[in-house]
T-cell receptor, first 112, second 111 residues
């Protein structure tokens, strides 16, 4: 148990539907990251927050993707109008500045 | 943009043999981290290297950061079946805040 919780663990959705994932980081961690990982690849950066501020977004993050961390605690990642190419493992990680990242178990999204 | 590459992509070894994976960045890094991901699991932090030429050891694992801070290596001595998994390096570029992961090296250990 790394202390970072993600919900749900698995999500199957039909193409065109919206999905939302939640991440609860380790409580004292001020930085929260979202990554996407496909089979056989390394985690691919999507976005990160420092407290409630979203400081960086990957160019890979299309307009269909949005992330929030409203009170600097938990975060949500929403994908609108899902496409089959969105099928992947979505990983959340948290850390304190200068230290290692702790990853959650991930949410596996399958778009059918 | 910054790219982080790793070789080899796969490595199959007999239990007891040594294993090395190499990580190369297209840009100078301020630090580098190594993670291990077991099949079906999530990445788990192994170590962070910060200084040029730094070498750190964890039991049978030896990590090295290159003098130019653009490459790193992980060496495992006398592999065991528990070493099975994918090893990722993740580089933090100078003045950057985001770690860029390499594609990983998948290690299989045959008993």
């Amino acid at each position: 148990d790394t202390g970072v919780s993600q919900d749900p663990r698995h999500k199957i959705t039909k193409r065109g539907q919206n999905v939302t994932f939640r991440c609860d980081p380790i409580s004292e961690h001020n930085r929260l990251y979202w990554y996407r990982q496909t089979l056989g690849q390394g985690p691919e950066f999507l976005t990160y927050f420092q407290n409630e501020a979203q400081l960086e977004k990957s160019r890979l993050l299309s307009d269909r993707f949005s992330a929030e961390r409203p009170k600097g605690s938990f975060s949500t990642l929403e994908i609108q109008r899902t496409e089959q190419g969105d099928s992947a493992m979505y990983l959340c990680a948290s850390r304190l500045i200068g230290t290692e990242a702790f990853f959650g178990q991930g949410t596996r999204l399958t778009v059918v | 943009g910054q790219q982080v590459m790793q070789i080899p992509q796969y490595q199959h070894v007999q239990e007891g043999e040594d294993f090395t994976t190499y990580c190369n960045s297209s840009t100078t890094l301020s630090n580098i981290q190594w993670y291990k991901q077991r099949p079906g699991g999530h990445p788990v932090f192994l170590i962070q290297l910060v200084k040029s030429g730094e070498v750190k050891k964890q039991k049978r694992l030896t990590f090295q950061f290159g003098e130019a801070k653009k490459n790193s290596s992980l060496h495992i001595t006398a592999t065991q079946t528990t070493d099975v998994g994918t090893y990722f390096c993740a580089g933090l570029r100078n003045y950057g805040q985001n770690f860029v992961f390499g594609p990983g090296t998948r290690l299989s250990v045959l008993p």
